[in-house]
């Protein structure tokens, strides 16, 4: 009888904690084992919430995926959901079907906030900026030469 009344236990925190927001396999069992549950009840939980469709770490990726992919990079995107127990298989697989396009959210953020590019002290600060979010150095020189090629036609 104690098993079963600790297993719904476990269930109802994995539940409380679904609430708030979408978690994935591995938060979830971090904060029950926080709280104390045997790692046979946190496993039960898991299970069923997983069954019943409220975990699913192929929908977490794809969700956060498209949410962060236009201020951050697909590295860091990847470093993050790693550390939130998702695959890097999954991460591809998701990244994929999202459609990710970095170099245009990198032109996206140059024509917004660097003006002046054409300084190399600006342009050093963007490219820094950019890899410290997680963009692909090739990515990064690919969009500030192109950026640099349309203020050049714009002038002529």
């Given at each position: 009888m104690e098993k079963q009344c600790r297993t719904y236990s476990a269930f109802d925190t994995a539940a409380y904690y679904l609430s708030f927001r979408d978690r994935t396999k591995k938060e979830l069992t971090d904060k029950l084992t926080d709280k104390g549950y045997s790692l046979a009840d946190i496993e039960d939980a898991i299970s069923k919430l997983e069954?019943?469709?409220?975990?699913?770490?192929?929908n977490y990726?794809?969700?956060y995926?498209?949410?962060?992919?236009?201020r951050k990079?697909?590295?860091l995107i990847a470093m993050e959901l790693a550390r939130k127990g998702i695959d890097k298989e999954i991460f591809y697989q998701q990244a994929e079907l999202s459609g990710i396009d970095e170099f245009g959210a990198i032109e996206a953020v140059?024509?917004?906030r660097y003006s002046d590019i054409a300084n190399d002290t600006t342009r050093r600060k963007a490219y820094a900026y950019f890899m410290r979010k997680g963009y692909k150095s090739?990515?990064?020189n690919r969009a500030i030469s192109n950026f640099l090629k349309q203020e050049d036609n714009l002038e002529i």
């Open positions: 069954l019943y469709g409220y975990i699913n770490d192929e990726a794809l969700s995926i498209k949410g962060n992919m236009k990079g697909s590295k140059l024509r917004k090739d990515d990064i």
